[in-house]
């Protein structure tokens, strides 16, 4: 797997979301936020957004957001922090299998961009037929350890 980063194998883990059915600008908010933030923390984080206790900011995209008591433009992306959380167990679990400390590790690198279109069709009148494509979401993750 090409990873969009180059990083030294012994101090870091990877993990790789492929062909997510999820919104790619939702994911790319996402990364931008858990960028740089503990796993723990990132975890924490993933999970009040799932349960809509916090909202996400959004970077990418601001028209039409409405804005949040606590912050400028944001949502609830529930679906993509659900794929994304699975990527960031995955990523701890490398983390341990490679005998890292998981309490003791950092999201170094986290990027969103888009897949593999799944193209489809809808019948239409008088033996016409609309694309009803389907877009997915690539989604990685590096960790590394912090000393």
């Not at 960028?35 to 984080?45: G, L, R, S």
């Not at 995209?61 to 400028?72: L, Y």
């Amino acid at each position: 797997m090409k990873y969009s980063k180059d990083t030294d194998p012994d101090k870091t883990a990877k993990a790789y979301g492929y062909e997510l059915h999820c919104s790619k600008k939702d994911s790319m908010n996402i990364a931008y936020a858990i960028k740089n933030m503990k796993v723990a923390d990132a975890k924490k984080y993933l999970q009040d957004i799932i349960d809509m206790k916090s909202a996400l900011p959004t970077k990418v995209h601001k028209k039409k957001r409405a804005h949040k008591k606590t912050m400028g433009p944001g949502s609830y992306p529930t679906k993509a922090s659900k794929y994304i959380l699975k990527i960031l167990e995955n990523a701890e679990n490398n983390a341990e299998y490679k005998g890292f400390d998981a309490e003791n590790m950092k999201i170094m690198h986290a990027s969103a961009y888009g897949g593999r279109v799944i193209r489809g069709i809808m019948p239409r009148a008088q033996g016409r037929a609309t694309d009803k494509n389907t877009r997915t979401t690539n989604f990685e993750i590096i960790i590394e350890e912090v000393e």
